[in-house]
């Protein structure tokens, strides 16, 4: 039970990676309150994931400043505190030639990864702060340390994410607040499976193709699983992680491999 008595909130926590942060979370004992779009697929997958009163489910748009400080709020409201912040929620939406990529899906790549973890992670260290005590966990990628062509707005957006939480890191380390970001590979999630004929066509390649060549790309040679990146949120959000801060941590077999 290494989050007894602590209060996580995940963005994007209802499916995928967030989701299976939340299980791994609620496991060793952490009350968590999920972020996402609907309402109705929230309250299924607490009741999935038997939370009862350890769980919160609070629908909004990430894109939208208020929506995302008002999960914030309605977390420390429920539960009294907030401890561990998840900035999990993001994507890499249109996928272009920088020469062809418009302002205004550069903008929804910045609001979507960036301002989303800017603006959670501001209202919860008010309370991690006054706490001494606090976890703030950003999901990056392997884009946030290298670049593909077509993922020009996604990979200026997570090399941000990373810049930021190296920032803030220095700037709360004597606060007892740690700030880390999770850098995972590929991940076959459903989102994946979803999305990722779309980025696929846009990568001049069918989908199985595209899914061999980024395992390819990795020293293990197959994808990452959820528990994988799972596992180092728990790590980063323990007791244990303590000394664990302004860290961009890789998930992704060997790709990066930095």
Known sequence: MKLEGKVAAITGGTAGLGRGIAEAFLAEGAKVALFARNPEKGAKVLEEMGAGDDGLFVSGDVMNQSDVEGFIDKTVERFGTIDILVNNAGGAGDLQPMVDLSDETFDEAMKWNVYSTFWASRRALKTMIANKWGRIINMSSMEGKHGKPIFTAYTAAKHAVNGMTKSLAREV???GVTANCICPGLVVTDIIKNNGPATAKAMGMEFD???????????????????????VALLLASPEGAGITGAAISVDGGTAQY
Not at 209 to 229: D, G, L
């Open 209 to 231: 193709e595209m899914i061999a060549m980024f395992a390819s790309e990795s020293a293990i040679k197959r994808p990452n699983t959820v528990e994988e990146v799972a596992a």
């Open 173 to 175: 380390g004597e606060l």
